[in-house]
């Protein structure tokens, strides 16, 4: 048997009456990316920093690369990388002073490390520009290769890529992929859906609970009760009302121009347009929609 | 005086050498929610601060309501409500106090500003809780006083940047339903939505909102994908994912880095998108047809498993990103 990279128990973390965590359990293989999605506020945070001994369960344990995350924190954080949501870079260092001040924290002194790890990234050949200058996509790459200098086993990545836009996040997951296959386990915190969608499993968190952790797929095909649909219905609020009359629809919200909503499974566009009609509604179009995580999400935390 | 409650023609703003803003055009009709869609340093929030005449703009035009941001600034303020990322309260007031403070400085009498305040917690959800102070509210519920605050003035363009950042699904859902609501007309009210929404003075209202993620511009009525200072391209959501009708497929299957490799060989691959449990593939105008017939042969010679292959509907992430690598080439 495969021993977990990451093995939580039952952790649970208060902060006065406050539930911050509340008896999660959940194993992380080598090699995985998995995701732990919630809002701000949900724990995600607060678990990360047991996971990396900053912080004392009150009851349970994680054990992180075979270690004690709290009795032999040492342990772990010489052998696991953390990029933060808020990193710090130094604004007036070039990239390579920076990466090199933060080698230095762990020890790693040798040259040819430092542009190992710029070449990881992509930063190749801009060793000397001043990270003051670099957008917010190339700011990312350098708190990834500070996290990674150490050739860490395992990486946290707390809501890596807040801020920036869909080709930069892109790229950013491509050397994720990259550094999963090369046997690094990943753990990413974020607070957005799309974001989660990236990851292998998915962790569901909401007030200091872990709802359920599965594959975006799985997710979608357990816990979303039917199938999806988006109407665009004239006038749009009238469509609001005169859809939950329908029989066999269970959900709907609107969604900018059109409306969308969740039936039983077996109910057919007929039926909607049907009963929409019926009720003085005017239909333009109605077709089949994508699942998200926002659907599985809203359908854990309302039980 | 034109039909559109925001314009924008030409709009550029410099910060030295970066041009923060670099030639926006765009224009708001009533009733419409409009999103600014990009990454940090796109230029979304150097917009609105030239929108609310927080900056002066550099060269071009923008007017609310008609009125000129160069020279008409108070009018302008007097039309808009807006909700900054670092909107900030007094924890110690309570939520109605938190309201009237603004509605005074906005130089509302206590006449005006009681009844509508009342309407206004009504219409978010927040009127059982008028008397609680702002500090004990929840993130969701915060971000809703924040919402009341920016009506009280009965705005006719509201400013949202980045307004959802880090709350709850849940709430971010029931804070879209408001939103909707609020620029839909009054006769499409239900009668249980109180009387918020659409019954602005002078009729309908406007939104603009500025967000990093698609999922969020999804829900507007039409977005301005921003990149670099300039809009790269606006539309619908719906317009603008048609751009890519039958040109996603989605592959699950094992191991994935041969599927990717494979698929990435195929001659009408454009790109190759890796999510957790799945990968995304643009093909070629035309060319979905043939993707599909050839490559799960492909892969299986090469001895991978193919569990799926399927023409799935483009979304906006799909066209973000289509619609900078062509600005790149």
């Not at chain 1, 990834?144 to 890596?160: G, R, S, T």
């Not at chain 2, 910060?15 to 990009?38: C, K, M, T």
């Not at chain 2, 998108?273 to 995304?280: E, N, P, Q, T």
Request: hydrophobic letters at 40%.
């Amino acid at each position: 048997m495969i021993e977990p990279v990451i093995k939580v128990e039952n952790l649970t973390r208060l902060f006065g009456d406050f539930v911050a965590v509340d008896h999660v359990n959940f194993d992380v293989k080598p090699g995985e990316i998995v995701g732990y999605l919630g809002p701000n506020g949900s724990g995600k945070t607060t678990t990360i920093r047991m996971l990396l001994g900053l912080l004392e369960p009150n009851e349970g344990k994680a054990t992180v690369l075979g270690y004690d995350a709290f009795r032999q924190s040492e342990e772990v954080r010489a052998r696991a990388g953390y990029m933060s949501q808020k990193f710090a870079l130094y604004d007036d260092l070039t990239v390579w002073e920076n990466l090199e001040f933060y080698g230095g924290v762990y020890g790693i002194h040798d040259k040819s490390r430092i542009k190992a790890t710029l070449e990881l990234v992509g930063l190749t050949g801009h060793d000397s520009t001043l990270t003051r200058s670099m957008s917010a996509g190339w700011r990312q790459r350098l708190a990834l290769a500070i996290a990674l200098v150490h050739k860490p086993k395992l990486l946290f990545l707390d809501e890596p890529t807040s801020g920036v836009d869909p080709t930069a996040r892109r790229a950013f997951w491509d050397l994720i992929y990259q550094l999963a296959s090369e046997g690094v386990t990943i753990l990413v915190s974020t607070h957005y859906m799309d974001e989660a969608e990236y990851c292998e499993r998915v962790g569901v968190m909401r007030d200091g609970k872990l709802l359920a952790l599965d594959t975006p797929g799985n997710l979608k095909a357990n816990f979303i009760p039917g199938d999806v649909w988006e109407v665009f219905a004239e006038p749009l609020l009238a469509g609001l009302d005169a859809l939950p009359i329908i029989d066999g629809v269970l959900r709907v919200g609107l969604a900018g121009d059109h409306l969308r909503t969740i039936t039983k499974r077996g109910i057919k566009q007929d039926d909607l347009q049907n009963g929409l009609a019926s009720q003085g509604v005017k239909v333009s179009n109605i077709m089949p929609g994508e699942p998200t995580l926002e659907d599985v999400f809203i359908s854990l935390a309302r039980g | 005086m034109s039909d559109y409650l925001v314009q924008a023609i030409g709009l550029r703003k410099s910060f030295g050498a970066v041009h923060a803003v670099n030639g926006v055009d765009f224009n708001i009709p009533a009733g419409e929610i409009y999103g600014l869609v990009g990454s940090d340093g796109a230029g979304k929030t150097t917009t609105m601060r030239l929108l609310v005449g927080a900056l002066l703009p550099d060269s071009g035009e923008a007017a609310v309501c008609g009125f000129d941001v160069r020279k008409q600034i108070e009018q302008v303020r007097s039309q808009i409500g807006y909700l900054s990322q670092r909107f900030s309260m007094y924890e110690d007031l309570t939520v109605l106090e938190n309201i009237r403070f603004f509605a005074e400085v906005r130089g509302l009498s206590s006449k005006e500003w009681l009844p509508r305040s009342l309407d206004i917690l009504e219409f978010v959800g927040l009127a059982n809780f008028k008397d609680r102070r702002a500090g004990q509210l929840s993130g969701g519920m915060k971000q809703k006083l924040g919402l009341a605050s920016a009506l009280v003035t009965r705005p006719r363009v509201l400013l949202l940047d980045e307004p959802t950042t880090g709350v709850d699904p849940v709430t971010r859902q029931d804070f879209w339903q408001l939103l909707i609501k609020l620029v839909s007309p009054p006769t499409q009210l239900p009668p249980s939505s109180g009387k918020m929404g659409g019954e602005q003075e002078g009729g309908r209202v406007s939104v603009l909102i500025s967000t990093p993620y698609m999922d969020e511009a999804a829900r507007c009525n039409r977005i301005g994908f921003m990149r670099h200072g300039q809009i790269i391209a606006e539309g619908a959501p719906s317009e603008l994912r048609a751009i890519l009708n039958e040109r996603i497929l989605e592959l699950r299957g094992d191991p994935m880095p041969l599927l990717r490799r494979v698929a990435r060989q195929d001659q009408d691959v454009e790109d190759v998108r890796a999510f957790g449990d799945r990968l995304h593939l643009r093909v070629g105008e035309k060319k979905a047809g043939d993707v599909l017939s050839r490559l799960p042969s492909a892969i299986r010679s090469e001895q991978g498993r193919v569990d799926d292959l399927r023409a799935v509907p483009p979304v906006l992430e799909d066209v973000f990103i289509s619609l900078a690598e062509s600005e790149n080439d």
